[in-house]
């Protein structure tokens, strides 16, 4: 990650690129009682 920190993109891009980690990364890969109530557990200790 060095090579990027003289040349940082714009913060727009960033919080682009973590709301796809977040929603087409990680998400998919909760566990499915997290798909049937994802209110039960309020600290998603699967992340």
């Known amino acids: ?3 990027h920190e ?3 993109d714009p913060a727009k891009y960033w919080r682009e690129f ?3 980690l977040v929603w087409n ?7 499915d009682s997290y798909h ?5 557990d309020s600290f998603a200790t699967w992340l």
């Open 25 to 31: 990364v990680i998400y998919p890969e909760a566990p």
């Open 18 to 20: 973590g709301d796809h």
């Open 6 to 8: 003289a040349n940082p």
């Open 36 to 40: 049937e109530d994802p209110y039960m």
């Open 1 to 3: 990650m060095k090579q």
